[in-house]
């Protein structure tokens, strides 16, 4: 069974900085793509981040590329999200999601309760 325990969320200025962690059991966490997702109140699910399962490859959509940086540590079993210069638009529940493979973050498989991260002044 997947697991996936979400931490470090919280309160943040606009401008602010967080770290998310994500951490990862029931499954080879080396072998497979990880991704981040949020969900914003009243929005649906939305991909923010992606990384293949050596992590030397990294993917971000435009709204988050420069301000948001994902890594793993394959040897911990723990995904994580830096997020710098937060906007009040960033404001959501953050989930980490399992990948398809070692290269597919198109897949997502989700198995935690999230983070949430509020940005607000």
């Known amino acids: 069974e997947v697991q996936l325990v979400e931490s470090g969320g919280g309160l943040v200025q606009p401008g602010g900085s967080l770290r998310l962690s994500c951490a990862a059991s029931?499954?080879?966490?080396?072998?497979?793509?990880m991704s981040w997702v949020r969900q914003a109140p009243g929005k649906g699910l939305e991909w923010v981040s992606g990384i293949n399962s050596g992590g030397g490859s990294t993917y971000y959509p435009d709204s988050v590329k420069g301000r948001f940086t994902i890594s793993r540590d394959n040897a911990k079993n723990t995904l994580y999200l830096q997020l710098k210069s937060l906007k009040t638009e960033d404001t959501a529940m953050y989930y980490c999601a399992k990948g398809g493979g070692s290269s597919d973050i198109a897949t997502m498989t989700l198995g935690g309760q999230g983070t949430q991260v509020t940005v607000s002044s």
């Open positions: 029931g499954f080879p966490f080396s072998s497979y793509a």
